[in-house]
C-alpha cells in the first residue's frame, strides 16, 4: 500500500538536477509532495490533483500520471536549501473527501558546494 | 504566521508510564491528523479526526493508544502503557478541508526507556 520511492538518495553538486519518482500500486486521486529537513517538520511543497497535471514551486516541479500511477520532482539547478528528505503522500481513489494520505519511505537529497 | 504546536517537544519516559502529547492545530483547520515517525517505518497514520469526530484510527494500537479532540483548538495523543518500541517522534498536522495542504508540528520526540 506505501508507495515507492526511487532513488532512495541522491547527492549533487550544486546547479545540477534530479529527479525522484512516486509509484504506487493504488489508482491515485492526489499527489502531495513535502521535504524535511533533519530535525524538522515536513514542509509542504505542491498537492497534485490531476493527471498528467504538472505544476510549479521556485525551480521545483512535479508530474502526476494518473494511469500509470506516478508522480515524479524534478529538481532544476539544484541549491543547498534543497538538501532534505522529500516524502510523496498519496491519496487513494475514494480518499477524496478524507484527505488520508499513505506516505513513501522517503528520498534523502544531498546538494553539496 | 499562524502554526501547529505540540507539547512536549522532547519526552523521556520509563517503560509503563503514561505519556500524554498535546496538539494545537491551526485555528479554523478543521481536519487533524496523528503521525509517527521511525527510521524503520517512516511516516504512519496512526489516526485522524474531521470537525472534531475521529474517521480513522485504523493505524493505531488500539490496546495502549488513544487519541481525543476535547475542543477544536486541541488535540491529545495518549499512551498506556508506554513501551520502548513507542519510541519515534510524533506529529501532529492541520488542514483545511479534504486534499488540502497538511501543516505539520514540530513533532514531540518519545524515547521510552
Known amino acids: 500500500q506505501q508507495p515507492v520511492q526511487s532513488p532512495q538518495a541522491v547527492i549533487l553538486r550544486e546547479g545540477e538536477d534530479a529527479v525522484i519518482n512516486c509509484s504506487s500500486s493504488?489508482?491515485?486521486?492526489?499527489v502531495h509532495w513535502y521535504r524535511q529537513k533533519h530535525g524538522e517538520a515536513p514542509v509542504f511543497l505542491m498537492i497534485?490533483?490531476?493527471?498528467?497535471e504538472q505544476k510549479g514551486h521556485e525551480k521545483i516541479s512535479a508530474s502526476f500520471n494518473e494511469k500509470k500511477q506516478q508522480s515524479s520532482l524534478y529538481l532544476t539547478a539544484s541549491q543547498l536549501s534543497y538538501s532534505g528528505t522529500y516524502f510523496c503522500?498519496?491519496?487513494?481513489?475514494?480518499?477524496?473527501?478524507?484527505?488520508?494520505?499513505?506516505f513513501g519511505q522517503g528520498t534523502t537529497l544531498q546538494v553539496k558546494p | 504566521d499562524a502554526r501547529v504546536t505540540q507539547t512536549p517537544r522532547d519526552k523521556v519516559t520509563e517503560m509503563g508510564q503514561e505519556v500524554t502529547m498535546r496538539c494545537q492545530p491551526i485555528?479554523?483547520?478543521?481536519?487533524v491528523f496523528w503521525y509517527r515517525q521511525t527510521m524503520m517505518q517512516g511516516l504512519e497514520l496512526l489516526a485522524y479526526?474531521?470537525?472534531?469526530?475521529?474517521?480513522?484510527d485504523s493505524g493505531m494500537p488500539k490496546d495502549r493508544f488513544s487519541a481525543e479532540m476535547p475542543d477544536a483548538t486541541l488535540a491529545t495523543l495518549k499512551i498506556q502503557p508506554s513501551e520502548p518500541r513507542d519510541s519515534a517522534v510524533y506529529f501532529c498536522?492541520?488542514?483545511?478541508?479534504?486534499?488540502?495542504?497538511?501543516?505539520f508540528g514540530p513533532g514531540t520526540r518519545l524515547l521510552v526507556l
Open positions: 497534485l490533483l490531476k493527471g498528467g
Open positions: 498536522a492541520s488542514g483545511l478541508g479534504h486534499q488540502e495542504t497538511q501543516y
Open positions: 485555528l479554523g483547520h478543521n481536519t
Open positions: 503522500g498519496t491519496g487513494p481513489v475514494g480518499s477524496s473527501n478524507t484527505g488520508k494520505l499513505i
Open positions: 493504488k489508482a491515485l486521486y492526489s
Open positions: 479526526f474531521r470537525n472534531r469526530a475521529p474517521l480513522d
